[in-house]
C-alpha cells in the first residue's frame, strides 16, 4: 500500500512541477516592466503622426493656392494675396483643435499603460483629467469657427465627439485620483471606449477627405498643365522657354502624384487605434501573456506605419517649396 501511494506521489510531482514552470512564467511575462517598451514605441509613433498631421492638413491649402494661381496664369487674369487666401478650405485653427485632440488621447493611452501594469498613481490620474480639460477646451473652440471657414470640415461634429471622449476620460481620471478599486477603473475604461474610439476614427475620416480633395485638386492641375502644353506645342511660334517652364511643372506633378500616396495619414491614425483598442484590451484582461502579445504587434504596426508616414509628408512639403 505504501508503495502504491509513492507512486502516486511521484506522478503527482512529475505533473505538478511543469504546471508551475507556467504560472511562473506567465506571471513574469506579464510584469510592469513588460509595458514599458511597447508604451514608449506608442508614444514616439504618436507624435510623428501628430507631427505628420499637422503637416499634411496645412499643405491642403497649398495645393489649393496652387492651382488657383496655375488657373489664374494660364487664364491670364490678375491676383493678390487676398484673392488668394480666399481659396483656403480648412483654417490654422481647424488643424490645431484634431492635432491637439490626438495628442490628449495618445497621452491617455500612455496613462492607460500605467494602468495595464498596475503602475498608476494619483499623478497618473491628475494628468489623465489634463487630457479631459484638454479635450474639453477643444470640443468649446470647435464649436465657435464660424461656418464659412469650416467648407470642408465637420466642425460642430468634431465638438460633439470631441465633448462625449472628454468626459469619458473625465470619469476614468476621476476614479485613478480617488484611486478605486481595479475592477472599477476596468469597467469605466472598457465600457466607455467607443467614445475614444469615435474620435481617433474621426479624425482619419477628416484626413482621409483632405486626401481625397489633395488627390482631385492636384489631378485637375495635371490635366492643365498637360493641356497647356499641348496648345503652346501646337503654335507656330511656340515659345521653348514657356515649354521647358511648363515640363518642369509636370515634373513636380508627377512627382508629388507619386508622394501623395504614402502621404495620408489616415491609415496610421487607424493603427494608432488599433494599438489603443490592444491597450484596452490588456486593462481588461488583467494583464494576460495573449493579451500583451496583441498590444505589441499592433504598436509595432503603428509604428511601422509612422515612420514612412513622416518622411512621405515631409517630401510632400518639400516639393512644394
Known amino acids: 500500500m505504501a508503495l502504491v501511494r509513492l507512486r502516486r506521489y511521484r506522478r503527482y510531482r512529475a505533473c505538478s512541477i511543469p504546471f508551475t514552470i507556467v504560472i511562473t512564467l506567465l506571471a513574469v511575462s506579464c510584469g510592469p516592466e513588460e509595458y514599458q517598451a511597447p508604451v514608449k514605441k506608442f508614444k514616439d509613433a504618436s507624435q510623428v503622426v501628430i507631427d505628420a498631421t ?11 493656392e496652387e492651382a488657383f494661381i496655375d488657373q489664374r496664369v494660364f487664364e491670364r487674369q490678375p491676383m493678390d494675396p487676398e484673392v488668394i487666401a480666399k481659396v483656403d478650405v480648412i483654417s490654422p485653427e481647424e488643424i490645431r483643435l484634431r492635432t491637439a485632440a490626438l495628442d490628449a488621447l495618445a497621452k491617455y493611452t500612455t496613462n492607460l499603460g500605467q494602468l495595464a501594469a498596475g503602475k498608476f498613481t494619483a499623478d497618473t490620474g491628475h494628468d489623465t483629467k489634463a487630457q479631459s480639460d484638454s479635450l474639453k477646451k477643444v470640443s468649446d473652440d470647435a464649436r ?6 469650416g ?16 468626459g469619458v476620460i473625465a470619469a476614468v481620471a476621476q476614479l485613478m485620483i480617488e484611486k478605486k478599486a481595479r475592477h472599477e477603473l476596468e469597467q469605466a475604461v472598457v465600457e466607455n471606449d467607443a467614445a475614444i474610439q469615435q474620435l481617433i476614427q474621426l479624425i482619419s475620416d477628416d ?23 499641348k496648345l503652346e506645342l501646337e503654335k507656330k511660334d511656340k515659345d521653348s522657354l ?31 487605434k488599433k494599438a489603443h483598442s490592444a491597450l484596452v484590451a490588456c486593462v481588461q484582461s488583467n494583464k494576460t501573456p495573449r493579451s500583451l502579445a496583441e498590444l505589441v504587434k499592433s504598436i509595432q504596426e503603428f509604428s511601422g506605419a509612422a515612420e514612412p508616414l513622416g518622411a512621405a509628408v515631409q517630401s510632400l512639403v518639400s516639393a512644394s517649396r
Open 207 to 229: 484626413c482621409t477627405l483632405a486626401y481625397e480633395r489633395q488627390k482631385a485638386t492636384l489631378s485637375a492641375t495635371g490635366v492643365q498643365l498637360y493641356s497647356t502644353y
Open 242 to 272: 514657356l515649354l521647358l517652364v511648363l515640363a518642369d511643372r509636370i515634373k513636380v506633378f508627377r512627382g508629388k502624384q507619386a508622394i501623395l500616396v504614402a502621404a495620408d495619414p489616415s491609415s496610421a491614425i487607424l493603427g494608432m
Open 151 to 166: 467648407r470642408m470640415l465637420d466642425n460642430q461634429k468634431f465638438s460633439g465627439v470631441a465633448s462625449a471622449a472628454a
Open 144 to 149: 465657435t469657427i464660424p461656418e464659412p471657414r
Open 54 to 64: 499637422r503637416s499634411f492638413l496645412a499643405h491642403e491649402n497649398v495645393v489649393e
